[in-house]
């Protein structure tokens, strides 16, 4: 069995693969094996891989999965103590992969964690998705430390600590393969988008520690499949996430949390549709909620089993306050300067 497996899933991703591909194999040589599992593509990535980069071991799938089942598809063919999914435009360092290894071979109580992620555009400044490490408010909205909502903080060190958190960044997530299979992988029916904050949630209900890593550095494209504005992203953010919601809330909590984001959601619809005038983003909120009312009745055997798995009753990283009300009312756009 290895001991590291990075996978990276590609669709269509041939340019991106032969550009920060290269770094990962410098800077992962004799701590991992490398795999490309690829969801159908239709561009040359298997000729190019086979040509460029032979050392590199390729899962070819039968159909695009997307991220969620495509992932799983791929890990099931790979037998490692962890695994470590990485995206496809992802520029990583030196000495990247050694501090994850060596915390989690040291701490059995941690089920994953993450780098800390910086644009590749700016290396300065952190990454949109998952910055130092993952956070959710009351209702569901999720943050980051060095992100919050669209503002997007310059790296000065304020977040070199390592600090639990809530979810770890998907983009570069290092995980027990125990751990991930125990929890169930990630949830297919999401297709993408919340999956690994989804994933974290639950293995934080069933006690275990995810954590950011900031000796590990890497740096992320982002938005490369679905850029953001795109009406199936904003779909998928919020079908998803009221469907995570409903998966891993206690019980008490439940109805005041659906009540809210009821509102919460049409609100912010009507947000998109009057101040920013997208017409497709507006259309994209209504056709989640109703997605997520008629899908909810699939989802009621996974609630039952993870809230029978709940270790942890109270979830520090879950935090208890309204991030809209924090943002937009006390104008409080910087992770630390939260409650």
Known sequence: MENVAIVILNWNGSKMLKQYLPSVLLYSRGEATVYVADNASTDDSMEMLREHFPEVKLIQLSQNWGFAEGYNQALKQIEAEYYLLLNSDIEVTHHWLTPMIEYLDSHPEVAACQPKLLSIFDKDCFEYAGASGGFIDRFGYPFCRGRVFETVERDNGQYDDVADVLWATGAALMIRASDYWKAGGLDARFFAHNEEIDLCWRLRIMGRRIVCLPDSCAYHVGGGTLPKGNPMKTFLNFRNNLTMLYKCLPKEELDYVMRWRWALDYLAAWEMLIL????????????????????????????????????????????????????????????????
Do not use: C, H, M
């Open 276 to 339: 920013k005038r997208n017409v497709g983003d507006f259309l994209a909120v209504y056709r989640a909620r109703r997605a997520f009312k008629r899908w909810r009745k699939d989802f009621e055997a996974d609630r039952q089993r993870i809230q029978a798995s709940r270790v942890a009753k109270v979830i520090a990283e879950r935090r208890s306050f309204s991030l809209l009300w924090q943002y937009y009312v006390k104008g409080r756009k910087t992770f630390n300067s939260l409650p």
